[in-house]
């Protein structure tokens, strides 16, 4: 880690400089929305753009690391929204709802999925940092996974699944798009028979 710049004042370790560079995209999104850059925050910083690119390879992955760093309201929201539903199909289904339906008034998340930011930020809806989120939200619901018959390997399948889900929906609402009981109706039909026959495999 080079310790020249910095404002002066060097981080001691490479976890403290990665903190500093998310909070100064924080403030420059707070400033300028998704359409930050990475010498505004190395202006902020007072470091060159290349010492933030050592740790972001370009703006797209700054906004994803701290969008996804910016996110635990909505998972404390959202887990608590889920508490009561401890059936895997059930709670899938309420769970991409949900998060479409709270999209609107999630600031950092909107800014990662929301239709203009979605196209760039597909090409990561896979990506080991959007994985690892969406892992963050399953383990937060009542549903005892493993008692569902759910390997951890499966759960990783299914993240991504869900999160294939809702970039589509965000990226095409439908025509016109589906809201309430009629988006539930659709992936109840569509999504939680998938579970359902997780949880049949385990009965049988």
Known sequence: MR???WSGTAPVDDDEAVDRILAA???AIDRSGGDFSIAEVAR?????RQTVYRYFPSAEALLTATAIAHTTHFLDVLAEHVSRIRDPATAVVEGIAYTLERLPHEKYLNLLLA???ASAFSAGVTSDTALTFGRSILQRYAVDWAAAGISDAELDEL???M???VQSFVIDPGRPPRRGEE?????TTWVAPALDATRRGVVS
Request: no cysteine.
């Open 163 to 165: 999160l294939r889900i």
């Open 115 to 117: 239709p203009g930011r």
């Open 25 to 27: 995209a924080r403030r």
């Open 159 to 161: 993240v991504e699944h």
């Open 44 to 48: 902020d910083l007072g470091v060159t």
């Open 183 to 187: 988006l539930r109706a659709y992936l």
């Open 3 to 5: 310790t020249h710049g």
